[in-house]
C-alpha cells in the first residue's frame, strides 16, 4: 500500500496527485503569490528624497518572497506522509521547491526527481505520474 505522489506546480498554483492502491486524488493548492499589486501609500513609481530616488522593488520583493515561502509550506505540509515523489512543471517554481527540499532531511530520500513539463491538463497530470511510477516499477 505504497503512496506515491506527483507534483505539477508554477508559480500560480500546484495541482498534487496521489496515487495510491491503483486510485489517484487531485488536490489543487493556490498560490496567492502576487506579482503586480500596488503598495498602500505608494504614489509614483518613484520618490524623490534629496538627490536620490528610492523605489517600492525591495517591500515588493520581500512580500513576494513571504508569499513563496508560504506556498512551499503548504505544499511540504501536504507531501510529509508519502513513500515517494516527483516534481514537474514549467517554472522555476519546481527548482525552488527542490531546493526547500534538499534542506529537509526527512523529504530528501523520497523525491525520486525533477522534470521539464509543460502546461498539461488535470487527466494529462496523472496520465504522466501513473505513467513515470509505471516504468519505475519494471
Not at 496527485?17 to 498602500?40: G, M, P
Not at 515517494?84 to 526527512?106: A, R
Request: charged share 30%; with cysteine.
Amino acid at each position: 500500500m505504497k503512496k506515491n505522489i506527483g507534483i505539477w506546480l508554477d508559480f500560480k498554483q500546484a495541482f498534487i496527485i496521489t496515487l495510491k492502491n491503483e486510485e489517484h486524488s487531485i488536490k489543487q493548492v493556490e498560490s496567492n503569490i502576487e506579482f503586480r499589486e500596488r503598495v498602500e501609500g505608494e504614489t509614483k513609481k518613484y520618490g524623490r528624497f534629496g538627490g536620490q530616488f528610492i523605489t517600492y522593488e525591495k517591500q515588493r520583493e520581500n512580500k513576494r518572497l513571504l508569499q513563496t515561502n508560504e506556498f512551499i509550506k503548504q505544499i511540504l505540509k501536504e507531501i510529509e506522509t508519502c513513500d515517494s515523489f516527483v516534481i514537474f512543471g514549467p517554472s522555476k517554481m519546481k527548482k525552488i521547491l527542490n531546493k526547500e527540499i534538499k534542506n529537509n532531511m526527512l523529504l530528501t530520500n523520497k523525491l525520486q526527481g525533477v522534470f521539464k513539463a509543460s502546461q498539461l491538463t488535470e487527466n494529462q497530470m496523472v496520465a504522466w505520474v501513473k505513467d513515470y511510477y509505471n516504468i519505475l516499477k519494471k
